[in-house]
């Protein structure tokens, strides 16, 4: 089945940790994103990623990092450094980037708590 | 002001009735839109992209007024699976640069028997 695959599904970190998000597709899309959301809000553009070895800031990047070294995959790290990282992340994909009319396609998100 | 506006709720309403969302947009660049369907705890997931002569998928229509930057969705024949959080969504293009999406905080429905 092709689709986006996040993991873990619950995470929880300590203080002063780093803990890395993981987001995997197999829809052969170019275009990544992180959005985190909390209760009550929309979804906030994190980080993005239009080609492999590229990607952008958000709304919201700091306290956060990301990699694309494949295709298929763009993890999300929560740094230390980002203070209130409580709360839902989601991955998604779309096809030939953000400046084409394709809706983006979301994995089953990880919600982050700190411990 | 906020690139995408919608009224948050929530809609409590009976099976079988009707009802209405509606959103609108600031940026008069913004490309394309699209309605989301979010579950308790879940992910989004695509609804219905909505088209600028208005496009109806079985009891769910959506239509677009760019001289007004207003998007609706129409559900009829609720029924209780329509329970949800549905977000709006606008992809904004910005001159050379790439564009985005916006999503709006969402319009909660419930539906009860």
Same mark, same amino acid.
């Given at each position: $089945?092709?689709?986006? *695959?996040?993991?873990?599904?619950?995470?929880?970190?300590?203080?002063?940790?780093?803990? *890395?998000?993981?987001?995997?597709?197999?829809?052969?899309?170019?275009?990544?994103?992180?959005?985190?959301? $909390?209760?009550?809000?929309?979804? #906030?553009?994190?980080?993005?990623?239009?080609?492999?070895? $590229?990607?952008?800031?958000?709304?919201?990047?700091?306290?956060?990092?990301?990699? #694309?070294?494949?295709?298929?995959?763009?993890?999300? *790290?929560?740094?230390?450094?980002?203070?209130?990282?409580?709360?839902?992340?989601?991955?998604?994909?779309?096809?030939?980037?953000?400046?084409?009319?394709?809706?983006?396609?979301?994995?089953?998100? *990880? #919600?982050?708590?700190?411990? | 002001?906020?690139?995408?506006?919608?009224?948050?709720?929530?809609?409590?309403?009976?099976? =079988?009735?009707?009802?209405?969302?509606?959103?609108?947009?600031?940026?008069?660049?913004?490309?394309?839109?699209?309605?989301? +369907?979010?579950?308790?705890?879940?992910?989004?997931?695509?609804?219905?992209?909505?088209?600028?002569? =208005?496009?109806?998928?079985?009891?769910?229509?959506?239509?677009?007024? +760019?001289?007004?930057?207003?998007?609706?969705?129409?559900? +009829?024949?609720?029924?209780?699976?329509?329970?949800?959080?549905?977000?709006?969504?606008?992809?904004?293009?910005?001159?050379?640069?790439?564009?985005?999406?916006?999503? =709006? +905080? =969402?319009?909660?429905?419930?539906?009860?028997?």
């Amino acid at each position: $089945d092709g689709g986006i *695959t996040q993991s873990p599904k619950y995470l929880f970190r300590k203080e002063g940790q780093n803990v *890395t998000l993981s987001c995997e597709q197999n829809l052969n899309h170019d275009a990544m994103y992180w959005y985190r959301q $909390d209760p009550g809000q929309g979804l #906030r553009l994190i980080y993005y990623s239009q080609i492999v070895n $590229d990607f952008q800031k958000g709304d919201i990047a700091e306290g956060y990092s990301v990699s #694309r070294e494949k295709k298929e995959s763009f993890p999300l *790290t929560v740094t230390s450094a980002q203070k209130n990282p409580t709360a839902f992340y989601l991955c998604a994909s779309s096809d030939r980037g953000l400046n084409s009319n394709q809706p983006q396609h979301f994995g089953d998100g *990880t #919600r982050l708590s700190i411990l | 002001r906020k690139e995408v506006e919608q009224d948050p709720g929530p809609f409590n309403v009976p099976e =079988g009735a009707t009802v209405a969302f509606n959103c609108t947009y600031s940026n008069s660049a913004s490309q394309s839109f699209f309605w989301y +369907r979010q579950d308790c705890r879940k992910e989004p997931k695509l609804l219905m992209s909505v088209y600028s002569s =208005g496009n109806e998928d079985g009891r769910f229509t959506a239509q677009l007024n +760019r001289a007004s930057q207003y998007i609706s969705l129409l559900i +009829r024949d609720s029924k209780l699976s329509d329970s949800a959080t549905y977000l709006c969504v606008v992809n904004v293009a910005r001159g050379s640069t790439l564009g985005r999406l916006y999503f =709006g +905080r =969402g319009t909660q429905l419930t539906v009860w028997p």
